[in-house]
């Protein structure tokens, strides 16, 4: 699977850790509706993907996603794109519901759909002068991309209602207090840092990375007692796998494991 089929996105995979870049520099990586739809397209690809273990969502530039093109809409020239429906906003169920752990690397501005986004990630790293707001009501609109849905569940319902409806911007040691992102880098460390992260992950046992994503889906939708007896099944099942053999001697044998993924 090739970036090159895409307008305002980039993508590659290397060794099951697929990076997507949004790819609009000349407009910060403002969303239109052909980044929108491109994104949705790859993203359907990439969740029917087994050999997808990571996914990376970034920006390019100094520039994560700073929301929607305003100067597109203020214009009418948005108007000209293929219209969108309710189906075209899927993103973040996408990215929330995949297999495959999903790192939002937010290397710049992150507002309004751009924020929705890395919501619906696993994990969220920033670089220091990240700024981050909701900016829906400074536009006029409610919102879109699922933000209170994902939120919600992230910083609890006060939090994310204050994020919404008072929509002041906030920096990366802010968004790391509230829990909204895990690690804030130095702009200089800010790739070493997310690389670093990245590596720590791919180098995990795929099956027990890829039962502890279904793990917390499942804990969503279950009660105590039924995820209990879920996860107690997953449980049982990994140490009948090779790979978790090999962990455990790895660990006692003090070395790095050889993961087969099976």
Known sequence: MSGDDYQTILYDVVD?????????????????????????????????DPSVRLLVLTGT????CPGADINAVASGS????????????????ILHDMAAVTVAAINGACAGAGLGWAAACDVRLATRSA?????????GVA???????????????????????IPDKFDADEARRIGFVARVFDDDEFAAGVDAVVTRLAASS???LRTMKQNFLDAERLSLSEFATVEAERHMQLFTLADT?????ARAEKRAPRFTGH
């Open 131 to 139: 700024k981050f707001n909701s900016a829906f009501l400074d536009v």
């Open 16 to 48: 099951g850790v697929a990076t997507l870049t949004m790819h609009r520099p000349e407009r910060r990586n403002t969303m239109s509706n052909e980044m929108l739809l491109e994104v949705g397209e790859l993203l359907r690809k990439v969740a029917a």
């Open 143 to 165: 919102g879109d991309m699922s933000s209170p849905w994902s939120l919600s569940r992230l910083l609890g319902a006060a939090k994310a209602r204050e994020l919404f409806f």
């Open 245 to 249: 053999r090999e962990a455990f001697a």
């Open 61 to 64: 530039g100094s520039s994560f």
């Open 78 to 93: 948005s108007s000209r794109e293929r219209q969108l429906g309710p189906e075209d906003f899927q993103v973040p169920a």
């Open 206 to 208: 795929p099956p027990a």
